[in-house]
Structures are given as C-alpha cells and as structure tokens.
C-alpha cells in the first residue's frame, strides 16, 4: 500500500515541477532550484514568477482538489453511493451563490468562504432530508433534487451577474474555475479546513464504512446515523464552501478521484479510500491546472472547463458500467 502512497507524492513533485517550468515563460531547472533554494539570480523577475506567482498557484491547485476529493468520498459514503458527488447534487452551486452573494454586497474577501459555507449547510441538509427514505437515501430522488436545486440557485446566481452589470464578465471567469488569483495568504486559510476537515473524516472512517452497509445496520452497530451524516455534511459543506470561494465551480473532482481509487483498490474501505483520494484528488486538479495554463499559452483555459472536459466522460463511463453490473 505503501508503494500508491509513493507513486502518487512523486507524480505530484514531478507534475509541479514542470509546472513551475513552463508556461508563457519557459524557466531553466537551474532557476527553480536557485529561486526555491535561495541561490543567486542574475534575473530577479525569474524568481517573482516562481515564488509570487507558479508556485503559489501549484500549492493552491493542489489543497483545492484535496479538499474537493476527500469532500466528495465522504459524501458519497453519506448517501451510500459511489456516483454522488458535491458538484452534481447542487452543494457545490450553493456555495458559488453563497460566494456571489458576498461579491454583490462588496464583502471582504474572508465573507466569500463563509457565505459559502452557510448556503452550502443549509442547501446540503435541505438535500439530504428530501432525499432519504426510511431505510436510506433515494439515489433517484439524490439526483433529481440535486439537479432541480443547482437549477434554482442557478437562476438566483444569474440574477444577481445582472445586478453586477459590466463587472458580471469577472464573474462569470470565476464560475468557471479561476487558479490565478492563488496567494500565499489563500494558501495559509486554506490549510486550516484541510487539516481540520481530513482528521476528522480519518477519525471517522469506521463509521463512514458502516453507512455504506445501510443505515439499519450501521445504527443496530451503535451509530447514530442521523448525527453522524448531518455532521459529516456540513464538513464537507465548509470545505467546499471555501474551495469556491477561492477558485470558484470546479466539478467532477470529487467523483473522479475516490472511484478511481475504488477501481485500483476494488475496495471501499475509507481506511484506504479517504487518504489515497485526498492525495488523487491533488494531482488530479494540479494536471489539470497546469494543462489548462500552458496548452493554449498565453490563452488561458478555466479549470472548470478541463476537469469537466475529463470529468464528463467518466460519469458516463461510470453509468454505463452499473448498468451493465445492474
């Protein structure tokens, strides 16, 4: 197991180091590892690219799909299905309402986070009640409140773009999916609902494994299932609210990610899933974000618009194969 663990850190240290390389500017290995190591530059502007500008963005590209990976594995132990994620079931565009309702009423940006957060709460536990029946949570019925909420939130989003007026076009780059506004002071908030949101899945992994064997059983083991999921939302809540706020609708992270590592595992044990997923959903986001920096370059391509160009497929391809299982 060791050895995934392995394959996925070095992939991520290889992945950014090309990604500090090139771009509209193309940077020798000799001034990344002077700039990162402190050496003599005879060009201090090499160094301002590397330090101020690639390698918060790298640093940033990676926490985002961390904390989109690993929320996206505890919701799909929530509502006991592989194919549930944040972006499709409207948590994700709840926290871009959230987020668009602190721009409209020019808040600071710490506000845009937690606006985020408090929409996607209420949104995730709005989902969460109409979707669950009395023996567990209608997958159907998931999807179906999942679309027709992104769907009127959509539509309150769009209202307040035309309240914005000439600024709607900032807006609209940002729903897309935007790494280039990462900064050192991003990266440190960022941290703390990473770290605190990643040990308290891990801490509760056993239980999390349970809820994917049905919630009679998980309850006749002594789980409080009710408590435990609506817990276990709204941490995925925050973290997703935060990961908007700062780079705005990134989608299909969160599915990608943990069925990929279900696939490679042909196991479900969160044990293995969340930490594995975490780390996946990080490099996975950092390709992207580096693809969609320097294949056009100096064009840039919006994130959203290259995990979904990846992440499309996969959901089709992950239908098409239950419905063969099925």
């Known amino acids: 197991m060791w050895k995934i663990y392995l394959v996925l850190i070095i992939f991520i240290i290889v992945i950014a180091f090309l990604s500090l390389k090139i771009g509209t500017v193309d940077i020798s290995a000799k001034d990344i590892f002077r700039s990162l190591f402190w050496g003599k530059m005879r060009d201090e502007s090499i160094k301002s690219i590397i330090i101020d500008v690639r390698l918060p963005r790298i640093i940033m590209a ?30 994700s565009a709840s926290a871009t309402l959230g987020a668009v309702i602190a721009y409209v009423f020019n808040f600071p940006d710490v506000m845009y986070g937690i606006c985020g957060f408090v929409v996607s709460v209420i949104v995730a536990l709005i989902i969460f009640r109409i979707s669950r029946s009395r023996t567990k949570t209608d997958v159907a019925v998931l999807l179906i409140v999942g679309i027709a909420i992104s769907s009127f939130l959509g539509a309150f989003t769009s209202f307040s773009m035309y309240l914005i007026g000439q600024d709607s076009f900032r807006i609209v780059t940002w ?38 064997s049905g919630d009679e059983e998980a309850h006749s083991l002594g789980v409080n299932v009710d408590e435990l999921k609506r817990n276990l939302l709204i941490v995925s809540a925050l973290i997703v609210g935060f990961s908007v706020a700062f780079t705005g609708m990134i989608g299909f992270v969160g599915l990608i990610a943990p069925h990929t590592v279900r696939i490679v595992l042909k196991s479900g044990s969160n044990t293995r899933l969340l930490p594995l997923a975490t780390l996946g959903g990080g490099l996975f986001l950092l390709i992207c974000d580096t693809i969609g920096r320097t294949i056009l370059a100096p064009t840039e391509i919006p994130i959203g618009v290259v995990t979904s160009f990846f992440g499309a497929p996969f959901f089709l391809y992950l239908a098409m194969r239950r419905k063969k299982g099925g």
Do not use: C, H, T
């Open 62 to 91: 990676v926490l985002i799909g961390m904390l989109l990976a690993s929320s996206g594995a505890v919701v799909q132990s929530v509502f006991q299905n592989p194919l549930a994620d944040p972006y499709i079931i409207g948590i």
């Open 175 to 212: 729903m897309m999916g935007y790494m280039g506004s990462a900064s050192w002071l991003k990266i440190g908030v960022l941290m703390i609902p990473l770290v605190v949101s990643v040990v308290y899945f891990y801490l509760k992994r056993y239980e999390m494994d349970l809820l994917m």
